[in-house]
């Protein structure tokens, strides 16, 4: 085997996101573009000569291609064992399940997580770390900077490998092993839950729906949800990962999962319904009537962990994203557990759930999930409902108001204000930063507003810091606004603005949303002039 040098030249805009490098397919496909990425993130590694390397993705459109070149340059590289799922399939949490099962020292994830797929739509590469999560900040800094000079890629001379045949090839001095994407994890899944229980539940004919929305948790919902626990054929819809996923964004949300949302709130509806995004990571929890927001999904399964096995021994700690709503803070308070709030993006839970100082984490945007794997968990958050439910025995609507009778509601909403032009973005962004020491003590109709801040996080385990990750303006009586740009998007700005009051028990605990956060929705134009901005006069997306 000769390893080939191939000369090449740097592309400036290969800035690793929230979550990995995220570009149009189009761009990918520039000569290079994706060998280049993959190199600088080679490059930016040391001492993984004869380790192994986890390699999958998410099915979407150019998933074959990278991961051919991507096996090619593992070799080329030095790794000794090269682990794809078979067919390119991969879901995320499945790989940092994959990666962590086989001590591997790293993985490549192509994903573009809920972003649209197809010819002219998303792609994206991510890297993990050898304890499964996301590559923190220090990593994809360094591989930004060597994408920036690189001017080599080191690749080899070989035929495509058969992805769709389980077993191992040797290249080399190397191994590739195509596995089943799906053993590993499945395993997994029934360590932690009580699956003779959620089995004796779907038996007794609780109904369930699970949308994978076209996307890669089909086979891993069809697995575990209609093989192993019962629940019957068609439970598991879109059930297919396409590559264009049918033409949807395989976002788990009330806009774009409005055919399940409909379902659930109709009148012959399922017990439960749920959904996953592109890659697996993100989970929407319906139950009969009752759409459960992220946050208090997080503040519901933590207040109820305990009855699956794998948590019976309590949390050691909860973890939530800072625009994620304080309902599961008051779980921490009562079970006696720390609370932690860190940035945006699953990477900064990594080092809490290393040092075991967290076991259950998760942010508004849709993600849930525990120290069992280093990513979010879509079909790990069904279970442990699932699992909830089945001990438990009641609705979750039940569930719902349970929790809200002893913890107080936090209603919330996020708005989003798509393809903005980034500029005006960040020029609001930037406004809203200048006139944060003015704001405490002025008032906006009924709101007085408290202290307002840029939020900035100091990891208590590495001690590193996180500076602007989203302004933070609190009125007097704990209701909060928060106004930050999405790190994900692929073209132009993304502002989102979080959006949250608190009632405490005793209160109107039966409010809709919209009606219960009117002040505060009233008060965004005049804190943070979007439409003076960007012309903008309603968000987007609400969610
Ligand atoms: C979004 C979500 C964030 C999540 C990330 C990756 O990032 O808001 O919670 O971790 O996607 O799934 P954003 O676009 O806001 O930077
Ligand atoms: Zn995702």
Redesign the pocket.
């Known amino acids: 085997m000769t390893v080939l040098t191939i000369a090449t030249t740097p592309y400036a805009d290969q800035k690793p996101?929230?979550?990995g490098l995220r570009k149009k397919v189009p761009v990918f496909q520039q000569p290079n573009y994706a060998a280049n990425f993959i190199q600088s993130i080679f490059d930016s590694l040391d001492g993984f000569a004869g380790t192994t390397l986890v390699i999958g993705g998410d099915g979407r459109f150019f998933n074959r291609e990278v991961i051919q070149i991507a096996i090619r340059m593992g070799i080329a590289n030095g790794f000794g064992r090269i682990i794809v799922g078979r067919g390119g399939i991969l879901s995320t949490p499945a790989a940092s399940c994959v990666i962590r099962a086989y001590g591997a020292f790293g993985g490549i994830v192509l994903s573009a997580?809920?972003n649209p797929g197809g010819p002219t739509e998303d792609f994206g590469i991510k890297y993990n770390i050898s304890n499964g999560g996301p590559a923190p900040e220090k990593i994809t800094d360094a591989i930004f900077a060597i994408s920036r000079t690189i001017t080599r890629y080191l690749t080899i001379e070989a035929p495509d490998v058969d992805l769709d045949k389980d077993g191992e090839t040797r290249i080399g001095g190397s191994v590739v092993q195509i596995i089943d994407p799906v053993a590993d994890y499945a395993a997994l899944m029934e360590q932690l839950f009580d699956f003779d229980a959620i089995r004796t539940l779907i038996g007794s004919g609780f109904r369930v729906a699970f949308d994978a929305m076209s996307a890669v948790t089909g086979p891993y919902a069809t697995e575990i949800l209609e093989r192993r626990l019962g629940c019957p054929a068609g439970t598991v819809r879109n059930g297919t990962p396409l590559p264009d996923f049918g033409g949807h964004h395989p976002d788990p949300n009330l806009v774009h999962a409005k055919e399940l949302y409909d379902l659930m709130m109709g009148a012959d509806a399922p017990d439960f319904g749920a959904a996953s995004?592109g890659d697996g990571?993100?989970n929407l929890i319906i139950g009969k009537g009752i759409f459960v927001t992220p946050s208090d999904s997080l503040a519901m399964l933590a207040a109820n962990a305990h009855l699956a096995p794998g948590y019976k021994a309590g949390l050691k700690g909860i973890a939530r994203?800072m625009?994620?709503s304080g309902a599961a803070d008051r779980v921490a308070e009562a079970l006696g557990v720390p609370l932690y709030e860190t940035p945006?993006?699953?990477k900064f839970f990594g080092n809490l759930l290393d040092a075991g100082m967290a076991t259950i984490c998760g942010?508004?945007?849709?993600?849930t999930g525990s120290d069992h794997v280093r990513e979010?968990d879509g079909l790990w958050a069904v279970l442990l409902w699932l699992n909830i439910l089945a001990a438990r025995r009641e609705s979750v609507m039940a569930i719902a108001q349970d929790h809200w009778s002893r913890f107080g509601r936090n209603y919330y909403a996020?708005h989003d204000y798509e393809g903005v032009d980034s500029a005006a973005a960040d020029a609001m962004m930037a406004e809203l930063r200048g006139k944060l020491g003015t704001l405490p003590g002025t008032a906006f109709g009924t709101l007085t507003v408290a202290t307002s801040d840029d939020f900035a996080y100091l990891d208590p385990v590495d001690g590193s810091t996180s500076n602007q990750q989203g302004i933070r303006i609190l009125f007097e009586g704990g209701s909060r606004i928060v106004f930050?740009?999405?790190?994900?998007?692929t073209s132009g700005a993304?502002i989102?603005v979080y959006i949250e009051r608190y009632e405490p028990v005793g209160g109107d605990l039966a409010q809709a949303t919209p009606d219960a956060i009117a002040d505060l929705v009233g008060t965004v134009e005049a804190i943070a002039g979007i439409a003076r901005h960007t012309g903008r006069t309603e968000p987007d997306v609400i969610t």
């Open positions: 996101g929230t979550s997580s809920h995004d990571d993100r994203s625009p994620t945006t993006g699953w942010e508004e945007s849709a993600g979010k996020r930050r740009l999405s790190g994900t998007g993304t989102r």
